[in-house]
Antibody
């Protein structure tokens, strides 16, 4: 059974940093691209970032480019999102999703940026 | 990258069919057959319903179907059931090697 478990969310002040993690199991992690998608409270889905199976191809939404860094550790079956210079508008539930089809999603980790 | 355009809401009675549209540009929906649709119930994670315009993952009922014409993709749900009531989102790969979602459509089963 595919499982994706996000962690690392919390309350953080504007301008500070946070690192999200996604622990994957139930599939061959290094066979697939992985993505981060967020959803602000009461709003729609927004793609944040994606990374290919070997980290050779990485992409970011314009809204986070230069502030967020995606990475993965295939030996640990884990995906990460380093978020720097956080803003109030980054407040959202952050999901990790498997493959370029987003065929499996975790339950999300909530990030709240507020003073 | 602007969000794809979806109607804010659609509704239908049990047994009826509904269609949700998703309009983009030639740089996303119209340029690639990488359109997907997701169903999201309140408080739950999204679920993949359609990928590559018209393909259904294993376990998704064949009442759900997808299509595309030009810059507009569509999700059709036939034989509406109460459990289909949810939010639906489309997504597309883009020419910038990013992904863009639609704003979401709330489906109400009357």
């Amino acid at each position: 059974e595919v499982q994706l478990v996000e962690s690392g969310g919390g309350l953080v002040q504007p301008g500070r940093s946070l690192r999200l993690s996604c622990a994957a199991s139930g599939f061959t992690f290094d066979d697939y691209a992985m993505h981060w998608v967020r959803q602000a409270p009461g709003k729609g889905l927004e793609w944040v970032s994606g990374i290919s199976w070997n980290s050779g191809s990485i992409g970011y939404a314009d809204s986070v480019k230069g502030r967020f860094t995606i990475s993965r550790d295939n030996a640990k079956n884990s995906l990460y999102l380093q978020m720097n210079s956080l803003r109030a508008e980054d407040t959202a539930l952050y999901y990790c999703a498997k493959s370029d089809y987003f065929d499996y999603w975790g339950q999300g980790t909530l990030v709240t940026v507020s003073s | 990258q602007s969000a794809l355009t979806q109607p804010a809401s659609v509704s239908g009675s049990p047994g009826q069919s509904i269609t949700i549209s998703c309009t983009g540009t030639s740089s996303d929906v119209g340029g690639y057959n990488y359109v997907s649709w997701y169903q999201q119930h309140p408080g739950k994670a999204p679920k993949l319903m359609i990928y590559e315009v018209s393909n259904r993952p294993s376990g998704v009922p064949d009442r759900f179907s997808g299509s595309k014409s030009g810059n507009t993709a569509s999700l059709t749900i036939s034989g509406l059931q109460a459990e289909d009531e949810a939010d639906y989102y489309c997504s597309s790969y883009t020419s910038s090697s990013t992904v863009v979602f639609g704003g979401g459509t709330k489906l109400t089963v009357l």
